[in-house]
């Protein structure tokens, strides 16, 4: 009879051991998944701070400002940072380079960087200003309202966030209607269009099972 007791008091002992083994996976992966997700929301965060900077460069390259080039270059080297640093490898390394939202992310810093080249080349004498500043608009309100939902996604304030997510959408939807106001299908209003459509499609993807 003893013997029995020992060998279930083993036995579940064994079972206790199991479980918080299981429970300390659980805890592991969870905490993988949150910060694949944060880390990806900071990333994207840097791009679109990038295009806002691009853009401000833009409009002041078109009024002649000095300050403009200098912006221009100060984006590029915000979005080459925010691709090539060692928090990009690293989340490359432990196996994301193949996973929707990284290809995604990818696309767009590559239009997002052919774009900021074509702002470069953008002077006072430019024509059609009136439309390149509406399209510049038009990136800066999508980069913003982007940011604003993934910040809203992150969880960490309540009621408010529902706020930042519903204000960011709105944003994203304004910058769409922005689009359309422009009639000339020019080469630097296609770009635009690709930058903002990647925009309004990215901040959804972080938080999908499917992506961590």
Known sequence: M???IVWLLSCL???GLSACEFDRHEQHEARHN????LKMHHIHMLINHALQMSAQGADMNLQGVDHGPGMLMKSSELLKRAMSGPEMASLHKLGNANKPLMEMTHALADKSTLLIEQMKNLTSKSENKD???LLNHAIEVAAAGSSMIMLGQQGMAGDIDAVMV???QAMLGEASGLLQNVSEESEY???VNQVVHMLIGIPAMPVRPDDD
């Open 2 to 4: 003893m013997k029995r």
């Open 13 to 15: 002992s064994l079972m």
């Open 34 to 37: 949150l910060s694949y997700t």
């Open 131 to 133: 439309s390149i500043r």
């Open 166 to 168: 519903n204000h960011g």
């Open 189 to 191: 209003k296609i770009l």
